[in-house]
């Protein structure tokens, strides 16, 4: 699915292709730059990892918030209160550790936050720094790029501890921040904005940044190539700002706010 997303498509192709796309899903076609719009696109991929047309969004510049790093569909935030805390994704249930693939910096999540985004096709699919930080590591987690529809996650347990995954650490006024871009069927290619690796590893990756890539909120971090699920994880002092679920989010808008006076 992957190698014929970057295809090149002829253009009369492309254009009937990706209109079809947009009124199907319903792309907001005010978020694409109409210059883009009228010379077509060279590929689905290069359509479906479009940038924003400038403007489209707005950042919340507080230092107090960590905002939504994409736009998608806010699920599930679950309080991590204990090492072995659990937190549900698409019904399923993994700690963090799992998550994250790393126990021993799952700890300091402990009392913290997990917050489950979902992309929908018509969604932008690039992902932000939630908030000024340091990215001073970026892993690779290998998986069976197993889809995320309803009935997979009925079908197989652990779904998000198997899928593919790419696990942005962060260094942040907040303490740090975990930023885990999960992929689904067909989903598995994924790229970082500031750190270059052969994606679909057989075993983990680590990469230590050095020295880190300093970034500002709202900065591009990772693009996914077809797909599909963030989880931002937090140390504790952050309440969610949305308790209403699901609810809709855009990149920018704030998502969690340092509980501190």
Request: with cysteine.
């Amino acid at each position: 699915m992957g190698a014929a997303a970057r295809m090149r498509l002829p253009p009369k192709l492309g254009r009937a292709a990706i209109g079809a796309y947009i009124r199907y899903f319903g792309v907001n076609p005010h978020d694409i730059d109409p210059l883009a719009l009228e010379d077509g696109f060279e590929s689905f991929d290069a359509f479906f990892t479009r940038p924003l047309r400038r403007g489209a969004r707005s950042i919340d510049r507080s230092a107090r918030t960590l905002v939504s790093p994409c736009d998608g569909e806010l699920r599930e935030v679950v309080p991590i209160e204990r090492i072995d805390t659990e937190v549900v994704a698409k019904g399923q249930r993994f700690t963090v550790g799992e998550l994250i693939a790393d126990e021993a910096l799952a700890q300091k999540f402990v009392g913290g936050q997990a917050a489950t985004i979902y992309l929908h096709p018509r969604d932008y699919h690039r992902v932000h720094a939630p908030c000024d930080a340091l990215a001073w590591r970026v892993s690779l987690v290998p998986g069976r790029l197993l889809p995320v529809t309803a009935a997979a996650v009925a079908r197989v347990p652990r779904l998000f501890a198997l899928n593919e995954r790419m696990v942005h650490v962060l260094e942040t006024g907040h303490g740090h921040v975990a930023v885990v871009m999960v992929a689904a069927f067909g989903v598995g290619h994924m790229t970082c904005a500031y750190h270059r690796f052969s994606p679909h590893p057989r075993e983990l990756q680590v990469h230590a940044c050095d020295p880190p890539a300093r970034l500002r909120k709202g900065d591009e971090i990772g693009v996914f190539h077809l797909g599909s699920t963030v989880i931002v994880v937090t140390e504790p002092g952050m309440e969610l700002l949305e308790p209403h679920m699901p609810t809709p989010l855009l990149l920018g808008q704030p998502l969690l706010e340092d509980a501190a006076p």
